[in-house]
């Protein structure tokens, strides 16, 4: 089922499909309610694992969460449901495939029957060769991920099912909110391992802005990000180690008043020791961010009223 937005009616939209179970590749929700102009996205956090894909996995249990942003969905939809945004989180398992790539950013060697050549060594799939392109092919701490080939017919119905549908509804949904709102904001949700400090007494970072070095969205932006986070004295980097990726290359428009960042957050903020399941802290989180997110909204309308522009909200 393809994601739509035209029904007024509509709060929650299950869109595309996930080869080989037929659910849904995503939700969408809370375009139209929303009260905030912006969209929380949690594209890595999808858990529906179909019986095929387990089953070629030479240790799932360690891949699944070496691969996930183990429960950052739920993060997102706490903050969405505290501020009033609207939320899009992925079903389909990275494992399956990356969200956060281009749909050629992909190792052609992992399939059985080949590629056109002239992809086999474009400069589109650099990244791929690293292991973790639009299918990732291994992983640290685990190797090689699959226990055979995948087939070309495979990758395809990925790609139809899964990251074209859900690349469609993000912009259609970030589009409407603008049409709203006269701006929208884009807050990628991902999780990261914790960072280890580089030098003797320094603040672990527990937040990554990225907003690929500016490109992304507008300057003040990811400056009231870090500003947030510093007033807390929390640890907080910009675009270092992350600095995003293919879904703010393609949806950050801030030229035209469509601004995404990408947020990593420490794992260990909330779940447990071994990383697996949610623990206590995870409310605290969920309420931190959604205060940041209120604070980034009000950046994004303050330029507007600045300039004497009509808001949604008024």
């Known amino acids: 089922m393809e994601a739509g937005l035209g029904n007024d009616s509509q709060r929650k939209i299950r869109g595309g499909m996930i080869p080989g179970s037929g659910a849904p590749a995503f939700t969408l929700a809370g375009v139209r309610d929303a009260r905030l102009p912006v969209l929380i996205a949690a594209p890595h956090g999808g858990r529906a694992y179909p019986a095929e894909i387990e089953s070629n996995m030479r240790n799932p249990v360690v891949a699944k969460i070496r691969l996930e942003d183990r429960l950052i969905d739920r993060v997102a939809l706490a903050i969405a449901d505290q501020v009033g945004a609207a939320s899009l989180v992925a079903h389909a398992p990275r494992a399956m495939l990356d969200l956060n790539r281009a749909a050629d950013d992909l190792d052609w060697s992992m399939v059985g029957d080949g590629a ?6 474009s400069s589109a799939n650099r ?22 080939p995948l087939r070309r017919e495979d990758v395809s119905d990925r790609i139809v099912g899964i990251h074209s549908p859900y690349h ?13 709102w006269g701006v929208a904001l884009l ?7 914790p960072i280890r400090p580089r030098h003797p007494g320094e603040r672990p970072i527990d937040f990554v802005i990225g907003d690929r070095f500016g490109a992304s969205c507008e300057e003040g932006i990811a400056a009231r990000a870090l500003h947030f986070f510093g007033t807390l004295d929390r640890g907080v980097a910009h ?13 950050g ?16 903020l909330y779940l447990d020791a071994r990383f697996e399941s949610e623990s206590a802290r995870m ?26 522009l009509p808001l949604a909200a008024e």
């Open 253 to 268: 428009k801030p030229a035209l008043g469509i601004n995404a960042v990408q947020m990593e957050v420490c794992r260990s």
């Open 116 to 121: 056109p050549t002239e992809r086999k060594h």
């Open 283 to 308: 409310p605290a989180l969920a309420r931190l961010l959604a205060d940041l997110v209120g604070t980034l909204a009000e950046e994004i309308l303050s330029g507007r009223r600045e300039q004497g």
């Open 239 to 251: 675009n270092r180690p992350y600095a995003g990726g293919y879904v703010l290359d393609r949806h």
């Open 127 to 148: 990244r791929a060769r690293s292991g973790l392109g639009l299918i990732p092919r291994r992983v640290a701490g685990v190797g090689e991920i699959w226990r055979g």
């Open 168 to 180: 469609r509804a993000l912009a259609r949904a970030l589009d409407d909110i603008r049409r709203v």
């Open 187 to 193: 807050i990628d949700l991902h999780s990261m391992p």
